[in-house]
């Protein structure tokens, strides 16, 4: 039997409404009790005073390029990233090589995670085959061999008969489809979000208005087909209002933000840095503002990161020739402190919720407590300490971010997979 | 030594200062441009990654008239076409000691990109759909030769905004002289935006609002390179674009009409005017010249 107990730390798990300082103990990767003065027949202890325990986190959104792309990430060095942002569970999006749009390509992601990854892996499912938009993929096989949900990430699904077809299924299997909310046409040969900054730079521009009308168009076919659907990576202030009315109607529609959309604006971007490029691109301060509200007052449902390596070379180009993508699972936490914690605008309470409980309800996982007989999954953090990410260490294959040398107050402590300690800070 | 990347970060005095040089450069009436010393020894590196004729003739006349050694590398033929970074082109170049670069690229931002991490001064020939800063200050001192002032000036920009490089960096020049700048063209190429870049920029719908009471017309090449969607058919264009002779009247009795060239004869601007008393395009070019000289001092005098 191996047995870990967590000492002293204060233990919040939104699910249950708990909010206590006491032990934790987790038996054969089981939570075993929470309680005071647990028994010390412990074969490993962890000093967790002054911290927070909180349920692990879940990151429904993120790029491990494996198989396909490994000079980029690999399931396994992406499962160290994320464990060094305190996440117990990732959910992979599809677009590897070959994308994950049939049962094989799901089966070799879990095995490859089993075998290699720290943290737990989910693979989410191509909506079409090839993610081409043309035909859906065999998305009943997959879910037998292990997806959580489907999306056609990076890669949105254009034609909305295919969009509601895909929906239907995804009701009767109960699957929730993510979209990433781009309509192709009007943001074509975008590099950047589309106003006052673009103009100025001269680089081409995505509107929010191309997010903006595939939200509309995606809520109205959720709601004829009954469907979950959850918006990815949401970033500008019309599509957080429509997802609000939906929600207002009892819709079953829910949304993500990252850290990066509700920390900086299109302002902020250094120019020509291609740190800051990325999809939805950094929008207008007064977006910002929405997602940080959005967060706030529940209309935004869990936070994700949409981790995307890429090689520095790939990013040493001419603005307009580096890929869309930033890393992210390192400083989700952190930039989620700074934003929305210290700036007074969530609790606790919701802070955790909105990296456990509320991506497990979404994708029907079976995780996001700490309730005795869940599995041992448990992220500790600090709110106080200081420490400055340094991508040059990042535990991931890739350096692409715009927060390298930020100073943070708070951050991930340790990161607990099934009963085991995967990864500590390291002051 | 200091690189020239944008109009956008110079201060006025900056401007006044490459302008007050640039006009000790300029020959005399029928003579030609001075022969100097100052930068013997030193090698200018031209870097065209996109085409372009009169600009870089007129860096390579600029380098050779101010006593410095050019050489001339343009993208087809050379690595690049080959597939090779720009970064690691330019490393390479770099390797080779030149003092300077002059380079045209098509990319918004190449020349900001790379000069964060090379040590040698850039000049930005051109970068995309940015600026042209050279452009803005021969434009600026054509318009000094006829006015002796920039500031109170109303300032007509017409045709592809959106695309332009030479618009933004006159924009930018103009308004920090406090000239007004009325910007006019196909609504789809004329984002609103582009009035909130500077202080004094004004947007017009007609080509006949943006000219009236104008002291200077600028037209702008139809950049067909650069439109992905032609937002109207050519025919269209030179009616509701095009200068025409009838719309001189609409300006101030002393206008002047500039083109950055190369001009659409027909397109967007018709042959009687681009051959009138009021074209300046060829003074333009002439100055060209002089303020590239001084550009190339002042990279090298800091």
């Keep these: ?427 | 030594m200091s690189s020239l990347l944008d109009i956008e970060s110079l201060t006025r005095h900056n401007i006044e200062a490459i302008l007050a040089r640039s006009a000790q450069f300029q020959p005399s009436p029928g003579g030609t441009f001075p022969r100097l010393d100052a930068l013997r020894g030193r090698t200018v590196v031209n870097l065209f990654f996109e085409s372009s004729t009169r600009t870089r003739i007129s860096f390579e006349i600029a380098t050779k008239r101010m006593g410095a050694d050019s050489v001339s590398i343009t993208a087809a033929g050379s690595s690049v076409a080959k597939g090779e970074s720009l970064m690691d082109t330019l490393n390479t170049l770099s390797a080779m000691r030149p003092d300077a670069i002059v380079m045209r690229h098509s990319a918004s931002g190449a020349p900001h990109f790379l000069s964060r991490y090379l040590p040698i001064p850039i000049v930005n020939a051109g970068d995309g759909t940015h600026e042209h800063p050279t452009q803005a200050l021969l434009d600026a001192l054509t318009i000094l030769d006829r006015f002796g002032r920039l500031e109170g000036l109303r300032v007509a920009i017409i045709g592809d905004i959106l695309h332009s490089r030479v618009a933004r960096s006159n924009v930018h020049l103009l308004s920090k002289f406090g000239a007004t700048v009325v910007l006019c063209g196909p609504a789809p190429l004329v984002p609103a935006e582009m009035a909130q870049i500077a202080p004094g920029v004004e947007i017009a719908n007609a080509i006949e609002a943006a000219i009236r009471d104008a002291d200077v017309i600028m037209m702008l090449r139809v950049q067909l390179e650069r439109l992905h969607e032609p937002p109207v058919s050519a025919n269209e264009y030179f009616r509701f674009f095009g200068l025409r002779p009838e719309h001189i009247e609409l300006a101030k009795p002393h206008v002047i009409v500039m083109h950055p060239g190369p001009m659409n004869r027909g397109r967007e601007i018709s042959s009687e005017v681009a051959d009138s008393q009021r074209s300046a395009i060829l003074n333009q070019v002439e100055n060209g010249v002089a303020v590239r000289m001084a550009v190339l001092e002042r990279v090298f005098s800091q």
Aim: glycine fraction near 8%; hydrophobic fraction near 40%.
């Design chain 1, 1 to 427: 039997m191996s047995r870990l107990v967590v000492r002293n730390g204060r233990i919040i798990d939104p699910a249950h409404n708990l909010d206590r300082i006491c032990d934790l103990a987790i038996e054969d990767g089981i939570i075993a009790a929470i309680g005071n003065d647990l028994a010390s027949n412990a074969s490993e202890e962890f000093d967790a005073s002054g911290a927070i325990v909180s349920p692990g986190f879940i990151d429904m959104h993120v790029h491990l390029r494996e198989p396909g792309f490994e000079h980029s990430e690999t399931i396994e060095t992406g499962s160290r990233a994320a464990a060094a942002g305190g996440f117990t569970s990732v959910c992979c999006m599809p677009n590897t090589l070959p994308i994950n749009d049939s049962a094989t390509v799901t089966s070799y992601i879990v095995d490859r995670a089993r075998r290699s990854a720290v943290v737990n892996v989910f693979p989410i499912g191509a909506i079409t085959k090839g993610s081409t938009g043309e035909e859906l993929s065999a998305i009943a096989s997959m879910k037998e061999a292990g997806i959580v949900a489907i999306s056609d990430d990076g890669r949105p699904v254009m034609n909305a008969r295919l969009v509601r077809r895909a929906m239907e299924f995804a009701r009767s299997l109960d699957l929730p489809l993510i979209q990433h909310c781009e309509d192709v046409d009007l943001s074509a040969g975008g590099d950047m979000h589309e106003g006052l900054e673009s103009i100025r730079l001269g680089l081409r521009g995505i509107s929010s208005c191309s997010e903006d009308v595939m939200v509309a168009r995606d809520i109205i076919l959720a709601e004829v087909t009954g469907a979950r659907y959850h918006v990815a990576h949401i970033s500008s202030r019309r599509s957080i209002e429509l997802v609000g009315d939906a929600k207002e109607r009892g819709s079953n529609v829910t949304a993500e933000a990252t850290p990066h959309h509700f920390s900086l604006a299109d302002a902020d971007m250094l120019p020509y840095d291609s740190a800051y490029k990325m999809k939805p691109p950094l929008r207008e301060h007064r977006d910002v503002e929405s997602v940080r509200n959005g967060v706030a007052d529940g209309t935004i449902d869990a936070i994700a990161t949409d981790h995307a390596p890429h090689p520095g070379d790939e990013k040493m180009q001419e603005f307009e020739r580096c890929p869309f993508g930033i890393i992210g699972l390192e400083t989700a936490l952190a930039l989620s402190l700074e934003q929305l914690y210290h700036a007074g605008r969530v609790n606790l309470a919701h802070l955790v919720r909105l990296f456990t409980s509320n991506p497990a309800r979404i994708l029907s996982l079976n995780r996001g407590t700490l309730q005795v007989g869940a599995p041992g999954d448990v992220t500790i953090f600090g709110l106080d300490h200081e420490w400055v990410y340094e991508a040059e260490k990042s535990a991931s294959k890739s350096r692409n971010t715009p927060f390298s040398g930020r100073l943070f107050r708070g951050g991930p402590l340790a990161t607990v997979v099934a009963g085991r300690i995967v990864w500590q800070f390291n002051r």
